[in-house]
């Protein structure tokens, strides 16, 4: 049985940081791409990062430069930290695994309020 499980989300001011773990169960970690999109309130899921089973990444604009993405094999989890939050970046985040299938998370509530 497949499972990806998200962790670290929350509540955290303007400017602050979070960093959230997305630990896989149930596939070769090492030979999925992982990534990690985002959905707000009214909007479409939206990819914000993305890193290949050769650990090339890509981001979004919007989060260009504030979040970076990582993996470790050895714990078949992957991260996203997140600096210099902000209000717009509120959402629930959700890891995708993407290999010979496709498998989702069950997503993590990051809020950015004062």
């Known amino acids: 049985q497949v499972q990806l499980v998200e962790s670290g989300g929350g509540l955290v001011q303007p400017g602050g940081s979070l960093r959230l773990s997305c630990a896989a169960s149930?596939?070769?970690?090492?030979?999925?791409?992982m990534a990690w999109y985002r959905q707000a309130p009214g909007n479409q899921r939206e990819l914000i990062a993305r890193?290949?089973?050769?650990?090339?990444?890509n981001y979004a604009d919007s989060v260009k430069d504030r979040f970076t993405i990582s993996r470790d094999n050895a714990k078949d989890t992957v991260y996203l930290q997140m600096n210099s939050l902000k209000p717009e970046d509120t959402a629930v985040y959700y890891c995708?695994?993407?290999?010979?299938?496709?498998?989702w998370g069950q997503g993590t509530q990051v809020t950015v309020s004062s």
């Open positions: 149930g596939i070769i970690f090492r030979l999925y791409s």
């Open positions: 995708r695994a993407t290999g010979n299938r496709l498998y």
């Open positions: 890193i290949t089973s050769e650990d090339n990444t």
